[in-house]
Structure formats: structure tokens, C-alpha cells
């Protein structure tokens, strides 16, 4: 089990950038070489770009987006990626009552907004192979867990040889359902009482597209992964 796990204090990052080269020095030797560090816009790709930095990793994204339930926002019944495949938490729609006709919908918003991510972000750029590599699935913290549970399983599906995901911060009680869908879970605080990842944070400024377009496209014209 990892040194951090149950503790109950809330650690304060100053900002990603610190929070991502902490989350680096966890990671350390563990996964160079044939790693991919794939990043959640918009705000994990500031982690994912320092992560990749620091270990000499390639770097790309992934756009999983969060289903909104009905009546509360920021509640995910779930989450889709940019081909339409799904995580849906059905505990939380059977306790919600929300329609089928309703999920449908917002499927459709959702993976339509996906797809604009992964294609204005890349600009075209080819997408890296998957299959028979060592996967970094980067955010700047994880609230429900929906969105990551979407994309760990689309990417079980493209055959990597492992998933290792990598946060900040992650609620104690959606620690362990995570562990059993990757290989292992690096992270820096795991508190038992969460309100939002925010409030973690010293600074947690918005991350637009322009930020996000910038630092990949940074990343990809420097011609080297090393600092």
C-alpha cells in the first residue's frame, strides 16, 4: 500500500507545476523509456507536461468528459470519450431516477465536445501507438472518478502494457475502486474529506485552450524530452 494512503490532512500545493513535479519524483526511475504520459485537458495537462519533462516520456492527451446529472452539475452520472465509449455510475442514476432520454442527450453534448478537444488540441497530429506501452494517465486530481474510469477503460481496450495513473489528489474513498482498474495509482494526498480539488491548491487558475495548445505544442516542437 502506498506510505500516503489514509492520511487525513489536506495537503496544500502552490500551484500544478509544483504538484507535477512532486507527482515526478514519485514516479522516478519506475517507468522511463517506453513511457506515454497521456493528459486530461485542461488543467492536467500542465501535470502531464511537467511529468513527461521530468522522466523523458512522450507526451499526448486524452479528453474523457464528465456526464452532468440533471439537477447538480458538478455530479458525473458518468463520462464518455471522443468515439462514444461510455462509464456510466449507475448507482448514482437509479438514486437520481435520471431518464435514459436525458443520458442520451448529454452523451451526445459531451462526446461532441470531447472530439473538439482531442482534434483543436492536436491540430492533426498523428495519435501515438498504445499497444505494448507504459501508460501515465496524468489529471490535476480526481473528484468522482468518472472521467478516469472512462478513459482507463478505453485504454485496457488498445492492449498497453500497463496504466499507471497519476494525481495530486485523490478521495480516500475512490482510491481503492480505482486501484482495481489500473496497475497502480501514484498520487500525493488521498484525504477522507473532499470538497473539491481546488482546495488543494494555493493557486488554481483556469487553464484555457490556448494554455493547453501551447505547452503540448511546446512539448512536441522541442525535439527532446528531457528538461
Known amino acids: 500500500m502506498d506510505d500516503d494512503a489514509g492520511q487525513m490532512h489536506e495537503r496544500m500545493f502552490k500551484d500544478r507545476t509544483e504538484a507535477a513535479n512532486l507527482l515526478a519524483a514519485k514516479i522516478g526511475a519506475r517507468l522511463r523509456g517506453n513511457a506515454l504520459v497521456l493528459a486530461i485537458p485542461r488543467g492536467g495537462v500542465v501535470i502531464g507536461y511537467g511529468i513527461a519533462r521530468s522522466i523523458g516520456a512522450d507526451l499526448d492527451i486524452l479528453t474523457p468528459r464528465k456526464l452532468r446529472d440533471p439537477d447538480e452539475p458538478e455530479l458525473a452520472i458518468g463520462a464518455v470519450m471522443h468515439d462514444g465509449s461510455l462509464f456510466l455510475n449507475h448507482s448514482i442514476i437509479i438514486a437520481r431516477q435520471v431518464s435514459m432520454q436525458y443520458i442520451a442527450r448529454e452523451k451526445e453534448l459531451q462526446m461532441n465536445e470531447s472530439r473538439r478537444r482531442l482534434e483543436e488540441y492536436r491540430n492533426g497530429r498523428k495519435y501515438p501507438d498504445i499497444a505494448d506501452r507504459d501508460v501515465i494517465l496524468a489529471d490535476d486530481g480526481i473528484a468522482t472518478g468518472a472521467t ?13 502494457s500497463s496504466v499507471t495513473l497519476a494525481v495530486p489528489v485523490i478521495p480516500l474513498e475512490i482510491t481503492n475502486t480505482i486501484r482495481q482498474e489500473v496497475d497502480d495509482v501514484i498520487y500525493l494526498d488521498s484525504p477522507a474529506v473532499f470538497y473539491g480539488i481546488g482546495q488543494f491548491y494555493r493557486s488554481f487558475e483556469q487553464v484555457t485552450d490556448t494554455d493547453v495548445k501551447e505547452l503540448l505544442q511546446k512539448y512536441w516542437e522541442s525535439g527532446s524530452t528531457q528538461p
Not at 148 to 160: G, H, Y
Open 148 to 160: 478516469i474510469m472512462a478513459a482507463v477503460r478505453w485504454l485496457e481496450a488498445r492492449k498497453p
